[in-house]
């Protein structure tokens, strides 16, 4: 029926009850969640379902769509995603989705060309930097802010910056970002709740 806000609700509410001793029908419920979770932009608490179910081993090719849908931050449902947009979600499914949003350093290169490939998409520079972050800082820290000259509101790219700075001792950068990241998100706030009692 096109009612995604309710369905979403009812799905948390029977996830919060115990759903079911079903196994099988939890998954296919919690792959709905995790649509639904993406469509109303909630994508912490979608990748903490991405992580749930690859945890039992689902490979189905909803969750792993899913999932890519998780990482580019995308407010779809799969059967929105457009054509012209396939090539670049694939190839990002590819390289990373399927091996659990996890990339080992030899994968850097082919993630690296796809950065080449699609220098203005929106997350991409942000995806790589999570995966840059632990073993090149400098790299990750480089690819936030190219996610920040592409979204500039990129409120996750701006916590990831200031938490780097941070664990440099660069107080002042840090706060700057800070600041910036809770004036948006707090802005975002403010604007769901309107419209939540609109």
Not at 1 to 14: C, H, I, P, T, V
Not at 77 to 87: A, E, I, S, V
Not at 183 to 198: D, E, F
Request: proline fraction near 3%; charge should be neutral.
């Amino acid at each position: 029926m096109g009612e995604r806000r309710q369905s979403l609700a009812d799905l948390q509410r029977a996830d919060r009850l115990g759903l079911t001793e079903d196994e099988d029908l939890e998954r296919v419920a919690n792959v709905h969640e995790l649509l639904l979770l993406n469509a109303a932009a909630d994508f912490d608490k979608a990748f903490k379902l991405v992580q749930k179910l690859s945890s039992t081993g689902c490979t189905s090719q909803i969750l792993i769509e899913g999932a890519g849908l998780t990482a580019l931050r995308m407010t779809i449902l799969p059967k929105d995603l457009q054509m012209k947009g396939r090539t670049l979600f694939w190839a990002l499914v590819e390289r990373s989705v399927m091996r659990r949003l996890t990339i080992r350093p030899s994968q850097n290169t082919q993630f690296s060309g796809l950065i080449e490939q699609y220098p203005n998409e929106p997350q991409l520079h942000y995806l790589y930097a999570c995966f840059l972050l632990k073993d090149n800082p400098d790299e990750a820290l480089s690819q936030l802010h190219a996610e920040l000259v592409i979204s500039k509101t990129h409120v996750p790219a701006m916590t990831l910056i200031a938490l780097e700075y941070l664990r440099r001792g660069q107080a002042a950068e840090a706060l700057s970002y800070a600041e910036r990241a809770v004036a948006i998100a707090n802005r975002s706030a403010q604007c769901n709740l309107h419209w939540a009692n609109a």
